[in-house]
């Protein structure tokens, strides 16, 4: 008996044993079987993401890089010209009336997917604002020099900002006067202080009828320096741009004076006209720059050049060297107001250009596009019945990488002569 109940005794240890084992087994395969279906899936997973991607892409183009979070978004901005702030002729030029004029512009633009503005804010050598260097502009005053009775460049650095996009100032560096506009000067415009002291009347020059200071001079260039630099250090700006006015042409009759002057003072052999006033904008570029960086770290300085290399170096901008080298400019967007059947310089040709000529990692590169040609005569009406050209551009701009793009300008993003190919445009913002 005793034997018998041993013997049952290793029946029920063995099975015990045996279902112990099996258990064991059975959890074993269960983790490898988890296992497995993680490592298929992700490689399913990965499989079928590379897949999407190529086959998204053209044939032999490489697959695009996912952005860095850190990355800025795609600059999105409309140039605010001084004629859409224009309250010169309007019978009300109430504070009131400023605002509500600046309001719609702002969410005209943030409705079209706008997320900066350019803003005209000194673009005959008045202000927008309370100066101690340029005259109020007639603008907002009526005549040059009147002031409105408040600050409006206050209101829109505070507007703009209210509504999440980003403010710049735009200058017109040099420019006093335009085809006779504005028709008065105050006796505290450059032009006036210049011309009447015998010491600096050659800083400011009349060249065609129109009016301009003249960078030749460092005492102009300083001056101009300090204007901007009143700006940024006064408003929480988050830029400012210069647009494409430099020298007005090659004509050596422009500045006959300071050129003079500055070969009587030339230790050795003096640069040659066209070198010296690259010289002169690039010494004009570098202070200003400094001066941004200096008030207000954060802002931005660029520079909206002509689409044209060979016009910009008529006008004394080498471009090459604000693209290639620090401290010249935070960001470069050329004018490149060509559709693609230009028959001088299409569009997609400048394109390139331009991304290849931006080799400075710290330059960013914007497109400026041309809303305003968009079925007129321009470019021997190649721009009639267009839809989709600027749209194209866009597209074009992002598969070259360029950090985005700049549009002229406002009154045209409203048109509603524009209004499909404005449209086509918006839906690649989405």
Request: charged content about 20%; overall charge neutral.
């Amino acid at each position: 008996m005793v034997i018998s109940l041993v013997h049952k005794h290793k029946q029920i240890l063995a099975v015990l044993v045996l279902i112990v084992v099996v258990l064991v087994i059975m959890v074993m395969r269960k983790i490898d079987q988890t296992s497995g279906t993680a490592v298929t899936s992700s490689a399913i997973s990965t499989a079928s993401a590379s897949s999407a991607t190529s086959s998204a892409l053209p044939l032999g183009a490489a697959p695009v890089q996912a952005t860095p979070a850190e990355a800025q978004p795609e600059m999105r901005a409309v140039w605010v010209t001084y004629m859409d702030l224009d309250m010169s002729g309007a019978s009300n030029r109430s504070q009131a009336a400023f605002q509500k004029k600046y309001d719609a512009i702002v969410q005209n633009a943030k409705a079209r997917g706008m997320n900066a503005l350019i803003v005209h804010v000194r673009p005959f050598s008045d202000a927008m604002y309370p100066s101690k260097l340029y005259p109020w502009s007639h603008l907002v005053g009526g005549t040059q020099g009147v002031n409105p009775g408040f600050d409006p460049l206050a209101y829109m650095v505070e507007a703009t900002h209210k509504a999440g996009l980003q403010f710049h100032a735009w200058v017109n560096p040099m420019r006093v006067t335009l085809n006779g506009l504005p028709s008065i000067l105050s006796e505290n415009n450059p032009w006036n202080v210049f011309r009447s002291d015998p010491k600096r009347k050659d800083w400011a020059v009349e060249y065609n009828k129109n009016k301009y200071l003249d960078p030749g001079w460092s005492g102009v260039r300083d001056y101009i320096v300090n204007g901007v630099k009143e700006i940024v250090q006064n408003y929480d700006v988050d830029g400012v741009q210069y647009d494409d006015y430099f020298y007005p042409d090659q004509n050596a009759d422009f500045d006959k004076a300071s050129y003079a002057a500055y070969c009587k003072s030339a230790k050795g052999s003096p640069l040659s006209l066209e070198k010296w006033r690259c010289e002169n904008i690039n010494a004009l570029l570098k202070a200003t720059y400094q001066a941004v960086k200096a008030a207000r770290p954060d802002a931005v300085f660029g520079v909206s050049p002509q689409g044209n290399l060979k016009n910009d170096l008529e006008m004394g901008a080498d471009v090459s060297v604000w693209c290639q080298h620090s401290g010249y400019v935070d960001y470069i967007c050329p004018q490149l107001y060509y559709n693609y059947d230009n028959p001088v310089l299409p569009y997609a040709s400048a394109a390139k250009t331009w991304k290849n000529l931006v080799t400075e990692k710290s330059v960013k590169l914007y497109f400026g596009l041309g809303l305003y040609k968009i079925g007129t005569d321009a470019d021997k009406g190649s721009w009639k019945n267009s839809t989709d050209t600027i749209a194209r551009q866009v597209e074009t701009g992002r598969s070259l990488g360029c950090n985005g793009f700049m549009f002229y300008a406002y009154e045209d993003l409203i048109s509603s002569n524009r209004k499909q190919e404005v449209q086509n445009v918006m839906k690649l913002f989405t």
